[in-house]
């Protein structure tokens, strides 16, 4: 199995590069394609520059850059792997520059670790994402039962003589128009989760968002000049990377702004936090129909840029460090 690969890998090179192999390596290969290999191979065996030159070819790691032999340079990767600049999930505190829409510098923020820094954990992003999803749906699906379709109670036909299957009721499930045995009722979908696990989740999304670098921005405010538009087209064409925008604001959404994202699809707005007392503003956005009050789990993870306010980090980071009431 090792020659048969070994042969895939020389095949590649073409017929000129063969002539640079030695005469006991090319009889090896071509007596084990004939399947009489010891008519064809030396007694001596491949020898120590025989062994050299099929190690180098077979099982060398090579690089673009790399000055040892020659390889076809279509059989090597040219994408270039990316290191994270940092190790990611030992609570350290963050230093993030703070900007706004006409990207003018505004200083830096600290983010606090044990909330944009915490480790990424799959399985507890699966269950919050599982629980959004479960309590957002309506359950207002409903059947007829035997005693609600419209119908009489009558007994069709005769119990016998009739030749016919005995039937009680042109109300069952058998008949058109009848009932539906087992049907879906109207009923909640909503699961539990504590609320140690809906906490974690979030910190985990922000801590993502942190770790890709320019996937989360801190703005000083998100005031814009006027409604229209144009304002945010603007300012999401110069972001070449991003195609969805989430932007988090600390208090109610400003009216300008609000009526300035609401005709983009890729542009949706949300409160940090949702008191009470707070009116429930955002714009028309499909991450936001999963009836979570403020920033959540599953807007954070549909949209590839998150855009905080420097009130918006503050608040949730109070949150965040509120204890659980019980």
Not at 112 to 141: M, S, Y
Request: aromatic share 8%.
């Amino acid at each position: 199995m090792a020659l048969s690969v070994s042969r895939r890998v020389l095949r590649a090179f073409g017929s000129s590069h063969f002539s640079s192999i030695p005469f006991s390596l090319s009889n090896a290969f071509r007596g084990y394609g004939n399947g009489d290999s010891s008519s064809s191979m030396p007694s001596s065996g491949f020898g120590k520059a025989s062994f050299g030159v099929y190690r180098r070819y077979s099982t060398t790691i090579l690089t673009p850059n790399s000055s040892e032999g020659t390889f076809p340079p279509h059989l090597l990767s040219s994408k270039r792997v990316l290191t994270p600049d940092r190790e990611i999930g030992l609570y350290q505190d963050l230093v993030i520059p703070v900007t706004n829409f006409h990207n003018e510098d505004k200083g830096f923020m600290v983010l606090a670790g044990d909330v944009f820094d915490v480790p990424i954990r799959k399985d507890i992003i699966h269950r919050v994402v599982r629980w959004q999803l479960a309590k957002r749906q309506q359950g207002t699906h409903s059947t007829k039962t035997i005693s609600e379709v419209s119908g009489t109670g009558r007994k069709p036909w005769r119990q016998k003589g009739t030749g016919r299957a005995r039937h009680g009721t042109l109300r069952g499930p058998q008949f058109r128009g009848g009932a539906t045995m087992h049907g879906p009722k109207p009923r909640s979908h909503a699961i539990k989760l504590n609320k140690k696990v809906r906490r974690l989740g979030l910190k985990i999304a922000l801590s993502a968002r942190a770790a890709e670098g320019r996937q989360l921005l801190v703005f000083e405010d998100l005031d814009v000049p006027s409604h229209k538009t144009k304002n945010i087209v603007d300012y999401a064409n110069q972001m070449e990377t991003a195609k969805k925008l989430l932007l988090v604001d600390g208090g109610p959404i400003n009216e300008k702004l609000k009526l300035a994202t609401q005709n983009l699809h890729y542009v949706n707005v949300l409160p940090s936090i949702v008191s009470l007392t707070l009116p429930l503003l955002f714009s028309k956005a499909s991450a936001c129909r999963c009836f979570c009050k403020g920033l959540n789990v599953y807007s954070i993870l549909l949209h590839d840029t998150l855009v905080m306010s420097r009130d918006a980090v503050n608040r949730i980071v109070e949150r965040m460090h509120t204890p659980i009431n019980r």
